[in-house]
């Protein structure tokens, strides 16, 4: 395939990729394949020495991790627009800056969380989240880490506080100037919105991260209805640097699956 524009950076995401393998086995079966950066949602189960061990061993970077979560309850959409929950959600971020200055991480994604069902109204949720992303960028900014915003689709988290990719961009502009970004997600963007080509090209400037899979079950590109060869063809126009999270569940295994990054020129 011809390819004109940078060259796109594949970071294999291992919440979803080499699943087939304990979590310490994956750093080393992803630089196996090919990739130098990951990412993952929670490295929290693990010591950060421990976790930056085997980034080191791997010959790894890190690229993002998320603020941590109940993965077993409603919590696992996060706290971040809960009025009685700011506490719980400073210590969150505190820990999460603590694993990402360890891992060198840039990305700290701060989950949103749901609209409470307590009776607070959605503007009162949302002014909490909007004061709480601020409070995140001033303590990330003493580190240099990034904290991203993204928009989950509404089929996938229904009552995410988000509303859409473009109400993320503005918070990310309101409140956070050079360290809060847009985590760009092309599978929740199709899912709920669609339009991926101009909303690439208009909020561009305020996204930072990329993740990929394809629609409507999340599986590689290539295996649903999106046209990947455009939107890599889009991303190389916009000159895009910044790292593509593969964050998609393999059809028929991980290595099997990667196939796709040859057929749309993207060997890491």
Not at 38 to 63: C, F, H, K, M, N
Not at 165 to 175: F, G, H, P
């Amino acid at each position: 395939m011809h390819r004109t524009g940078p060259q796109l950076r594949l970071a294999a995401n291992l919440k979803w990729l080499f699943t087939e393998l304990p979590f310490r086995e994956r750093f080393d079966a992803a630089a196996a394949a090919g990739f130098t950066a990951v990412e993952y949602a929670s490295p929290y189960s693990y010591a950060p020495e421990t976790v930056r061990g085997w980034l080191d061993q791997a010959g790894l970077q890190q690229i993002l991790i998320n603020t941590p979560t109940d993965p077993f309850g409603l919590e696992r959409f996060g706290l971040a627009c809960r009025p009685d929950r700011v506490v719980e959600y400073r210590d969150g971020i505190h820990r999460a800056l603590e694993y990402a200055h360890a891992l060198d991480a840039s990305f700290v994604h701060v989950l949103g969380g749901l609209r409470p069902v307590d009776g607070t109204g959605y503007d009162r949720a949302f002014a909490t989240y909007t004061a709480n992303i601020r409070w995140a960028a001033e303590q990330a900014a003493t580190l240099g880490v990034t904290i991203l915003l993204e928009a989950l689709n509404r089929r996938d988290a229904p009552g995410y506080i988000l509303n859409s990719v473009e109400q993320a961009a503005d918070v990310a502009v309101a409140v956070g100037g050079c360290r809060v970004g847009v985590l760009f997600d092309v599978y929740h963007c199709q899912v709920d919105q669609g339009d991926i080509t101009r909303r690439l090209e208009t909020l561009f400037p305020v996204i930072r991260h990329v993740q990929i899979a394809d629609a409507p079950s999340r599986t590689e590109p290539g295996t649903g209805e999106l046209n990947w060869a455009h939107i890599f063809a889009v991303l190389r126009r916009l000159e895009y640097s910044g790292w593509i999270g593969c964050e998609y569940a393999p059809i028929a295994g991980t290595l099997s699956g990667l196939e796709w990054r040859d057929r749309f020129a993207l060997n890491p």
